[in-house]
């Protein structure tokens, strides 16, 4: 029993870390897939969602950074989870929107190594940014207790331990990050395969010129998708923040997993996003467990694996390989 319980938790903590990276790769994978649009600032859309869930759902206490220089020892609005979780893709949605208009839409006709260049020096200075005003020690962003608490209810638990059949206790927040993202995801796959709008940038990306012929502004469905993959980084942010670590780097330390889990799972593909990140968390769980000096090396192994059986990726195609 003992070896069966260390089996699920190794598979739920797995479902857990794979659920970040699907977010993310999913944002990724649609602005990749249908914008040819390399976005190297994706790891910072992360970070301001991580650093917005914070301080719109809590208030911190700051101890470092131009802020607290200037006499902001304490921010946040103290608003609740919830909040952060309804505002935080809004807000990140029209940085996104901010980001397609004045950065990405230039690039578009541009070599991949422009885009790189471009996103990753954004990357770079909104990370200066935030460790600029916020200082570089990490900032804690509590689990939330409950969500929906309001007049007698006392509302839904989300965090502390839930009893599992065979596992036992488990961490209730990461059972919560795992249907969030299947939420989430379900609906943008809905959207981008049965609606008329996702037909519009299917078409778009195959034959832009043609779309724009039949009267379509293909520009405006462009800018849509890439505030959606923004707002799923922005999502990834607020419900990963509470397990990991809030700094300005974070960012940087979750973008090439995040890249990983598109170019393993077949750009372009939000099936293949979700296959390759559940595939990375699991690998990541697993290590984590046994050997866990190697747990990063294991994601490299894994995408080399992939890459040189399928070079398209698992669930990619030869027509969007990168």
């Given at each position: 029993?003992?070896?069966?319980?260390?089996?699920?938790?190794?598979?739920?903590?797995?479902?857990?870390?794979?659920?970040?990276?699907?977010?993310?790769?999913?944002?990724?994978?649609?602005?990749?897939?249908?914008?040819?649009?390399?976005?190297?600032?994706?790891?910072?859309?992360?970070?301001?969602?991580?650093?917005?869930?914070?301080?719109?759902?809590?208030?911190?206490?700051?101890?470092?950074?131009?802020?607290?220089?200037?006499?902001?020892?304490?921010?946040?609005?103290?608003?609740?989870?919830?909040?952060?979780?309804?505002?935080?893709p809004l807000i990140v949605f029209c940085v996104g929107l901010l980001m397609e208009r004045?950065?990405?839409?230039?690039?578009?006709?541009?070599?991949?190594?422009?885009?790189?260049?471009?996103?990753?020096?954004?990357?770079?200075?909104?990370?200066?940014?935030?460790?600029?005003?916020?200082?570089?020690?990490?900032?804690?962003?509590?689990?939330?207790?409950?969500?929906?608490?309001?007049?007698?209810?006392?509302?839904?638990?989300?965090?502390?331990?839930?009893?599992?059949?065979?596992?036992?206790?488990?961490?209730?927040?990461?059972?919560?990050?795992?249907?969030?993202?299947?939420?989430?995801?379900?609906?943008?796959?809905?959207?981008?395969?049965?609606?008329?709008?996702?037909?519009?940038?299917?078409?778009?990306?195959?034959?832009?010129?043609?779309?724009?012929?039949?009267?379509?502004?293909?520009?405006?469905?462009?800018?849509?998708?890439?505030?959606?993959?923004?707002?799923?980084?922005g999502v990834a942010g607020v419900v990963g923040g509470p397990l990991n670590v809030v700094?300005?780097?974070?960012?940087?330390?979750?973008?090439?997993?995040?890249?990983?889990?598109?170019?393993?799972?077949?750009?372009?593909?939000?099936?293949?996003?979700?296959?390759?990140?559940?595939?990375?968390?699991?690998?990541?769980?697993?290590?984590?467990?046994?050997?866990?000096?190697?747990?990063?090396?294991?994601?490299?192994?894994?995408?080399?694996?992939?890459?040189?059986?399928?070079?398209?990726?698992?669930?990619?195609?030869?027509?969007?390989?990168?």
């Amino acid at each position: 029993m003992s070896l069966l319980a260390d089996v699920v938790t190794i598979l739920l903590n797995g479902l857990q870390q794979g659920a970040i990276y699907v977010l993310l790769a999913v944002g990724l994978s649609i602005i990749l897939g249908t914008l040819k649009f390399v976005n190297f600032a994706h790891g910072a859309l992360y970070v301001v969602g991580t650093y917005a869930g914070l301080f719109v759902a809590l208030e911190v206490n700051l101890t470092s950074g131009k802020l607290s220089e200037w006499g902001y020892s304490t921010l946040g609005l103290e608003w609740g989870f919830l909040a952060a979780l309804l505002l935080v893709p809004l807000i990140v949605f029209c940085v996104g929107l901010l980001m397609e208009r004045y950065v990405a839409r230039a690039f578009y006709d541009r070599p991949d190594t422009d885009q790189i260049l471009v996103t990753f020096g954004l990357a770079i200075v909104l990370q200066e940014l935030f460790r600029v005003l916020f200082g570089s020690n990490s900032l804690p962003f509590e689990q939330p207790a409950r969500i929906l608490s309001f007049g007698g209810f006392a509302g839904i638990p989300v965090s502390g331990p839930v009893a599992l059949p065979v596992v036992g206790n488990f961490p209730r927040w990461r059972l919560w990050v795992i249907a969030i993202t299947a939420v989430l995801v379900a609906i943008v796959y809905v959207l981008v395969e049965y609606t008329d709008f996702g037909l519009v940038v299917r078409a778009g990306t195959r034959d832009a010129e043609m779309v724009r012929l039949l009267g379509i502004k293909i520009s405006r469905p462009y800018l849509v998708v890439f505030g959606i993959g923004s707002a799923l980084a922005g999502v990834a942010g607020v419900v990963g923040g509470p397990l990991n670590v809030v700094n300005p780097t974070v960012g940087m330390d979750i973008l090439v997993p995040a890249f990983l889990t598109v170019v393993i799972g077949g750009v372009g593909s939000i099936a293949g996003a979700v296959v390759g990140g559940i595939l990375f968390g699991l690998t990541t769980a697993a290590l984590v467990a046994f050997v866990p000096a190697w747990s990063q090396v294991g994601l490299y192994a894994i995408a080399a694996i992939v890459l040189l059986t399928r070079p398209q990726g698992i669930l990619g195609t030869e027509e969007v390989a990168p």
